[in-house]
């Protein structure tokens, strides 16, 4: 459970930080985000598989919805530039569906 709560206060700091980012400029890459991103799961897992994976799914899950909300932003919204957004405009709905299942087995791996 403990998990389940860092990983959604990490979320919700790592968006308030791209959010604030975004505001004056662009980010032109993410590499640093990512790495960070991985250290902070890898340290709180502590080597559990489950948790490793659970957190990746519920990051995945929330991150661009709560980034979306803090930028007026319907929580779906997909852009053009990010391959991520390009991608799941083509099929939205799954995109949708994706989010969701992410998010529900996510908690679940978290759990277990």
Partial sequence: ????????????????????????????????????RAFFVLAVAQGDFSDI?????????????????????DIFYLGTVAYWDRFWSKIPYLYVIFKIVSLLVGVYLCLI
């Fill in 1 to 36: 459970m403990g998990s389940i709560i860092l990983i959604i206060l990490f979320v919700l700091l790592e968006a308030w930080r791209d959010f604030e980012v975004l505001q004056s400029t662009y980010i032109f890459s993410h590499v640093s985000r990512w790495i960070a």
């Fill in 53 to 73: 994976i659970g957190m990746t799914l519920i990051f995945s899950a929330l991150f661009d919805s709560v980034l979306n909300r803090l930028r007026g932003k």
